[in-house]
Structures are given as structure tokens and as C-alpha cells.
């Protein structure tokens, strides 16, 4: 199943997609989902964030060779921060361009959405917990990041630096698919899940051990290599296998 959210004529659905076609669903797609008979084309709506989260938990620093471009070295325990929902934008959304940012990278990831509440869960029942799969691009402005201390809330918090969808794809084996980052048309980042140092099993243990995770809370899962910066006009995608391709354009804020 694949999930959207959506607005069409000033009114805001969830709907299931199949291909281009979408059914409207009334209630909660967390636990009481019903058909309400619309179907609508995809072409005809404006996708949204797929869920709205109280918070949005990001992994740094879980692909090797991406560690090693950032010149860190791999962490003994899943390393996360947190970035605002007010960060939140979905495909199709402009990523705005600070007017305080010298350099605004991208960061590809695979997006975890959470099914239900989840607070001191085992590995092994970790998969219980979760909704779905959707494509992440946490917008980063390095240069604010990296100032000494280390500090990941300057440089990834602002508005729309979080750019998620287009869908919820459930069902799907999260630790073994393809994901690229696409750049104007051109391939920068192609990893698999498969080479996270964390599996998302691992990741979401560790955070329900510190804090409560809540139905449509998001936990991404870091980016691999290929990390570079984006300029105000260029089109950035996130593409991952069995979900979708997430696309934004950045913008000036004059823009
Ligand atoms: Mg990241």
C-alpha cells in the first residue's frame, strides 16, 4: 500500500495510491482508515507532507563512506538529533535558500514513518511499530554545522530543510533498498539501505530507549556518500526503490 496525503479543491485528504489513481480514505491512516468511495486522478491533486510528525529524528553519520567524506569516524551508538516539523515540506514544495546561508547541501535518506506509540521496545519487535517508508532530503547548510562546537540545530533547522514523500510505502523490507539522490537530472548519491552501519531496527531500539516515539513521528536513517551543495533553480530528488521519487526545486526567499 502506498499512502498519500493530498489537497484538491481546498480540502485536505489522506488516500490510497495506486499508480495515478488515488482513493480518498476518511479517518486515520495510523489505525482507522475507510475507503470513502472518491478516486481521483494524481495529476488533478497537490501532494502534501504524507503525515504531519511531532517530531522528526534524524541519523547522522550511519553510512561508512559518507563518514569518511566528513572526516568522522563511525560512532559507537546511533548518532541523532532532532529537526522541527516546521521544517517540513512535501514534493513538489520549494526548499528556500537562507538568506544567511553561504552553502546548503542535500542529504538523500530513507524516512521511517512510526505506526503507533513505541517507548522501550526490543530490536525484535521493533518492525511492529512502524507504518511505512517514505524518501527524505535533510537540507543541511554546512557551513553553520560545522562551526566549533558542533552544532547540527543551526544548520538543519530552518524552514523547509526537511522535504518528505511523496507517499508512505508499507510492507517493504527497509534495510535493502535502492536509494539515489539526483541532482539536475544527474546521479550524486546511490547506496542501498543495505549499507547503513545501524539497520532501522537497531535505530528505532536505541531512540525508544530515550524518548517516546509517537504515531507519525519520522526517524531517518543518515545519507551515504555523495553529499554536495545546492544553489537557488536547481531541482533535487531523492529516488528510492519501492517507494517513489520525492523532487523540490530551491529557491531564493525572494523568489
Ligand atoms: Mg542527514
Known sequence: MKFVRFEYEGAIAHGALHDEEIVE????ILDSRQETGRKLRLSDVRLLPPILPTKIVCIGQNYLEHIAEIGATPPDEPLYFLKP???????????????????VDY??????????????????????????????????????????PLNLTLGKSFDTFSALG????????????????????KTVQ???THDC????????????????LCPGDIVTTGTPVGIAPMKP???????????????????SPAA
Open 25 to 28: 480514505l476518511q479517518g486515520s
Open 197 to 212: 552501519v545501524f539497520d532501522v531496527a537497531t535505530i528505532l531500539s536505541f531512540l525508544s530507549e530515550r524518548l517516546t
Open 107 to 148: 542529504e538523500g535518506e530513507l524516512a521511517v514513518v512510526i505506526g503507533k506509540e513505541m517507548k522501550n521496545v526490543s530490536r525484535a519487535d521493533a518492525a511492529d511499530y512502524i507504518l511505512g517508508y517514505s524518501c527524505f532530503n535533510d537540507v543541511t547548510e554546512r557551513d553553520l554545522v560545522n562551526v566549533k
Open 85 to 103: 516539523p516546521s521544517s517540513l515540506v512535501g514534493t513538489g514544495d520549494a526548499i528556500i535558500y537562507p538568506h544567511i546561508a553561504t552553502r
Open 233 to 251: 533553480g536547481d531541482v533535487i530528488e531523492v529516488e528510492i526503490e519501492k517507494i517513489g521519487k520525492l523532487s523540490n526545486v530551491v529557491r
Open 166 to 185: 511523496p507517499c508512505i510505502a508499507t510492507d517493504i523490507d527497509p534495510d535493502n533498498l535502492r536509494l539515489r539522490t539526483i541532482l539536475n537530472g
Open 190 to 192: 546511490d547506496a542501498s
